[in-house]
């Protein structure tokens, strides 16, 4: 447990420096450490903070899909984990799809009242959602 918190911790470090080749290789370093893990709990909550992460790589080399499909991962294995919801969110946003972001970040701010990137984030696709909504008319 403790290797994979020091592995963790150094892959945050190297996103934080845009080290993303590097990065994503420790994440998924760690997925295969989590695999041996006993309780399914500890795996699910684990692997749901790399998957998000690794999402956030891909977000990062502008690969969408991918990025989405890891975000999905990461909300089944842990449906109450606001970032990986947030970061879905972010995406649809890029791509327009306004419904979607609106939904996403919905869900991110339910669970992380608190957070003011998810408030804004929120507050931002729901002013896109509705000038989108003015010109359909």
């Keep these: 447990m403790k290797d994979i918190l020091v592995k963790f911790e150094s892959g945050q470090k190297l996103m934080d420096v845009r080290k993303y080749d590097e990065a994503e290789k420790i994440f998924n370093e760690i997925i ?3 695999e041996k893990m006993k309780t399914a ?6 692997l749901s903070k790399i998957y998000n ?3 956030f790589i891909l977000y990062k080399k502008v690969e969408f ?5 890891l975000y999905r991962k990461s909300m089944t294995l842990n449906p109450s984990f606001a970032p990986a919801y947030y970061n879905h969110g972010v995406i649809n946003y890029r791509l327009g ?3 979607s972001a609106v939904k996403d970040l ?6 992380e009242p608190q957070n003011s990137e998810f408030v804004t984030g929120l507050h931002e696709s729901e002013v896109a959602l509705n000038e989108i909504k003015k010109f359909v008319k």
């Design 32 to 34: 295969i450490d989590i």
């Design 41 to 46: 709990h500890e795996r699910k909550l684990w």
């Design 53 to 55: 992460n690794l999402g």
């Design 65 to 69: 899909n991918k990025a989405q499909e």
């Design 97 to 99: 799809l306004f419904e």
């Design 106 to 111: 919905r869900t991110a701010v339910l669970l």
